[in-house]
């Protein structure tokens, strides 16, 4: 049995436009063990990110309920002061753009060394230093005892992100939480830094989140993958499942959307219509239905719950059974065409 | 870095040739000549011809300009229609009372606009931060010469706290304790009327470069690890948005030059901004130029001023 | 004969430096590069951020300078676009990356993607409406958003305003630069799905620049790889994906992620050996500046950057 890390429980994260508050995270639910890579798929606007924040206490103008438990500790019901000492020491987050994440404006040995200096009050300026050249290397970058001393833009984009990770591991966080990190990088250098990611979960043991929309990145670095859409997971399942026997309409149109590079496909899936905006979320039924409108409206539950099918597999809303693409109900539509 | 400030300043050279040529063609182009105000029923015309002649005033503008950039070069202004003494030593009485002047309210305008600024960009759009860009919208729309009255009217005469003119009490001796005194008590309204009316700039600069920063990645990125909200904007946001104010600190004295021709006025205060004006009445024209030459070349090194200090604090700027 | 040709294109940009900002060197964006595409197919020119692809696109419609080289459209000479004929011009057209900051978001739709046709086409108010319209109905929006500005569209619905903004007047050829990059999975599917029906429709020929390899596979009838400003391989997609020659190609291959998580492991000692072989022979196959060698065929379509036979 896994050990369980950080336990979401019926986490609901609101933002107030005008006078009312629409929830980017809806009532969600969620568990990441311990040396396991949790992914979060879904297309921008489905909260994946309103949740990463959520979990990281970072939203300065969002309204949460819910628990985020994390050992004895509920993050979501601390005071400033308790989180920003769990913060950057139990909990590091990888950014998207490494670029705009670091402060053009101070030394690369400053930037990491301050997530030390925040959580070790006792530590020599030399202790440090050392630290920090220890977590360079760690990294891979290569001269660090020069790079200390570089401001962002001296750096490519790939070993900008080597500092925003090492920054985020400087404490050896148990939970690390990845916000689309290679999303800005080019193919060779994503790979880098993916097996970087995964070696250091290895040395370190700890969980990550992992929150992507790319498909490939889910494939290869996964343990388990929750899919979510409009502020819910509508399907939660390990890797391989997700991948050999997806069940939401929502999954599988992901899947038949992306172009294939082992596979020849004229024509990629299209879902139709887009994302909802905050405010125009379907707060009822299945949020998915408006975007496959052929499937009949009886094969929608009235209020879809995420039900396990099998052990370990969670779909929401019945839907699923009788779902079809349009084209040529042919299920194996994404394998070949 | 150096080499960045060495082009900067050869830079320099062709806006200083061409400034100092706009100026003397200007100043000639203006109608009548320091002579014209004397024409009266007992002046000979042709006298005053004669002068004219003598003094080169109908020769080409360039052999002019020649004969004038000649002395220049070697600090030679000429000298004084008017006052009847080298233009140098004329402007040397009245120099460092305006570098006084313009130092003083420096100091004034960085002490209201700093604090104000980061009130205003911290806590923007709640009432602490309307309240001071209320006041930014009242300083940019006064006319600081209405104002500089208003500040005269009420302090200088009405209430009586201040000196209503001049620099300093006469009859002190140079050097003393109470010279040094009276010096400064004759600065502080004029300098005062001007830097509550010149730092709305520097204050909205300020604002806007904190609200800027406050919504930067790399903001998220140190609340992430862990610093306190404090840390965060005393490390990041303050760093980062008091960097371009320093940078702008040249283009302030620019400025101030504006300002100070309306205050001296004002405030009868004998510095380059009187002298500018007195002269443009009296047509001194070698006045003219040297006070307006000044000007334009503490302008221009201003700009440098501003981009050198730019290149140094800005490492995005200072690796080339 | 292909329909466009460039031939050993070479673009250099000057470095500023010393005292009086002297050029005091180039640097080689693109370092000659030669390819031709033939009508109604597509190209795609893939390579990391640096590797001048998207300068060489750029180039082609006139957006960078030419150094040297040669650009032949349909056996016309347009090395120097800008001065060539008008109608040369209307056919070549481009799809940039960013659709939220490659449409001005001041001006309405409708002047949008009639500025191409002000530009060349005398049209009365009227007509040019009509025109908009019906492109409008081409990239599937409803003529009737005309009136609206582009802050009111969604990110695939903004790139086929640039997409109609390009081909309002009917281009033979689309340089599309990287025209997905910015989307999300299902709206990139979209947009490609539509470039794809456009192309039979129009008959269109498409140069597309892109660095995701899976989508310049789904697209694409050649691929030239791209390496700091030189080309290190060109060939099919199946000479690409299947047979990559190049040490640098097999490396980028090797780096896609597989959507088949049962091969990760396979996948993950793979690269280790693509690795290995990379640093092993790199000098064989890049030169003492770190740069391809010049093209060699080793079959009728498949061409490698290596060295000369020795």
Redesign the interface.
């Known amino acids: 049995m896994a050990e369980k890390l950080l336990e979401i429980k019926n986490l609901t994260t609101s933002f107030r436009i005008k006078d009312d508050y629409y929830a980017a995270v809806d009532n969600l639910s969620l568990t990441v063990n311990k040396n396991e890579v949790l992914a979060i798929v879904g297309e921008s606007g489905c909260g994946k990110s309103a949740l990463a924040f959520s979990i990281m206490g970072l939203h300065t103008r969002a309204k949460i309920d819910g628990d985020i438990l994390y050992k004895d500790k509920n993050i979501a019901k601390m005071s400033p002061a308790e989180i920003n000492k769990v913060r950057g020491k139990d909990l590091g987050m990888i950014f998207q753009d490494p670029l705009t994440s670091l402060n053009p404006l101070m030394e690369i040995g400053d930037q990491i060394g301050e997530t030390l200096i925040l959580h070790n009050k006792n530590l020599s300026k030399n202790k440090i230093r050392e630290k920090v050249l220890d977590l360079l290397n760690k990294v891979g970058i290569p001269r660090p005892e020069y790079v200390i001393n570089q401001f962002p833009h001296e750096l490519s984009g790939g070993m900008r992100q080597r500092v925003v990770i090492a920054m985020a591991i400087a404490n050896e966080p148990e939970l690390l939480i990845a916000d689309e990190p290679t999303t800005a990088l080019d193919v060779t250098i994503q790979s880098q830094i993916l097996e970087l990611i995964n070696k250091l979960k290895n040395e370190m043991n700890s969980g990550i989140i992992l929150i992507t929309h790319d498909l490939g990145v889910v494939a290869e670095m996964a343990d388990r993958v929750a899919v979510m859409y409009a502020g819910q997971i509508v399907e939660l399942a390990d890797v391989k499942t997700l991948f050999e026997n997806p069940l939401h309409p929502y999954t599988r149109s992901l899947l038949n959307s992306v172009p294939n590079a082992n596979e020849e496909q004229d024509k990629l899936h299209v879902i139709q219509g887009i994302v909802p905006s905050l405010q125009n979320l379907p707060r009822e039924g299945c949020r998915f239905s408006a975007r496959i409108p052929w499937v009949d409206e009886t094969a929608h539950e009235a209020h879809p719950e995420l039900k396990e099918v099998t052990p370990g597999h969670l779909v929401r809303c019945t839907c699923y059974k009788h779902f079809s693409f349009p084209d040529d109900s042919k299920e194996e539509q994404h394998v070949l065409s | 870095m150096w080499?960045f400030s060495?082009?900067r300043t050869?830079i320099m050279i062709p806006q200083l040739i061409l400034l100092s040529i706009i100026i003397f063609v200007l100043a000639q182009l203006m109608p009548g000549d320091a002579l014209s105000g004397q024409i009266g029923p007992d002046v000979d015309p042709a006298r005053l011809d004669e002068i004219r002649e003598e003094m080169g005033w109908n020769d080409p503008w360039y052999e002019q300009y020649g004969r004038w950039v000649g002395g220049v070069v070697k600090g030679d202004f000429g000298d004084s229609f008017r006052f009847k003494m080298p233009v140098s030593e004329l402007i040397g009485q009245r120099i460092m009372n305006t570098v006084w002047l313009s130092i003083v309210t420096l100091i004034l305008t960085y002490l209201i606009a700093i604090p104000l600024g980061i009130v205003s960009g911290r806590y923007n759009d709640t009432w602490k931060d309307q309240l001071v860009t209320g006041y930014t919208y009242v300083g940019f729309a006064t006319p600081l010469f209405i104002f500089a009255l208003v500040m005269l009217w009420l302090f200088g005469f009405k209430l009586g706290w201040f000196p209503t003119s001049g620099s300093v009490t006469p009859g002190l001796v140079s050097g003393t304790f109470e010279h040094f005194m009276s010096k400064v008590y004759h600065l502080i309204l004029p300098a005062f009327s001007m830097a509550l009316i010149t730092t709305y700039s520097t204050i909205q600069y300020l604002r806007n470069e904190i609200v800027d920063t406050k919504q930067?990645?790399?903001i998220?990125?140190?609340?992430?690890?862990?610093?306190?909200?404090k840390?965060v904007y005393n490390?990041?946001i303050l760093?980062?948005s008091l960097?371009p104010i320093a940078a702008f600190f040249g283009y302030e004295i620019t400025g101030l030059i504006g300002g100070s021709i309306f205050i001296e006025n004002i405030f009868g205060f004998p510095g380059m901004g009187q002298l500018l004006v007195e002269s443009i009445t009296l047509r001194d024209y070698s006045v003219l130029t040297a006070t307006t030459l000044l000007f334009g070349v503490a302008s221009i090194v201003g700009a440098l001023i501003s981009d050198i200090i730019l290149s140094i604090?800005?490492?995005?700027i200072r690796?080339k | 004969m292909s329909y466009l040709e460039v031939k050993d294109l070479k673009i250099h940009f000057p470095i500023k430096g010393g005292l009086f900002s002297r050029t005091v060197g180039h640097i080689k964006a693109v370092d000659g590069v030669s390819f031709s595409l033939d009508k109604g197919k597509t190209y795609g020119l893939v390579g990391e951020s640096g590797s001048g692809k998207t300068t060489t696109g750029r180039s082609i419609i006139g957006l960078n300078n030419i150094t040297s080289g040669q650009v032949l459209f349909d056996g016309v000479d347009i090395t120097n676009i800008k001065r060539a004929k008008s109608d040369v011009r209307k056919d070549i057209q481009m799809i940039f990356q960013d659709p939220y900051s490659s449409l001005n978001p001041k001006k309405r739709v409708i002047d949008i993607v009639s500025e191409p046709l002000r530009n060349f086409e005398n049209l009365t108010r009227k007509e040019e409406r009509k025109r908009v319209q019906e492109l409008m109905e081409l990239v599937g929006l409803s003529p009737e958003s005309i009136l609206k500005y582009p802050h009111e569209f969604s990110g695939g619905q903004r790139q086929r305003i640039g997409i109609a903004r390009a081909i309002a007047l009917k281009p033979k050829l689309i340089i599309a630069d990287e025209p997905v990059s910015a989307l999300d999975v299902s709206v990139q599917a979209q947009v490609l799905n539509f470039m794809k029906d456009i192309q039979k429709e129009l008959d269109l020929t498409y140069l597309f620049i892109s660095h995701d390899l899976g989508v310049i596979k789904h697209m694409c009838d050649q691929i030239g790889i791209m390496y700091k400003g030189r080309y290190v391989e060109e060939g099919t997609a199946d000479d690409i994906f299947f047979n990559p020659q190049h040490i640098y190609t097999k490396r980028l291959v090797a780096a896609i992620p597989d959507i088949d998580p049962n091969k990760r492991e396979e996948k993950r000692k793979f690269r280790e050996e693509v690795k290995a072989e990379y640093e092993k022979s790199y000098n064989d196959y890049f030169d003492e500046e770190g740069l391809a060698y010049k093209l060699q065929p080793v079959s009728d379509t498949h061409l490698v950057a290596l060295p000369e036979k020795g």
Not at chain 2, 220 to 229: F, H, M, N, Y
Not at chain 2, 313 to 316: A, E, F, K, T
């Open positions: 080499k060495v082009r050869l930067k990645d790399f998220i990125t140190a609340r992430a690890k862990g610093a306190s909200e840390r490390r990041h760093r980062n960097l604090v800005d490492p995005r690796i």
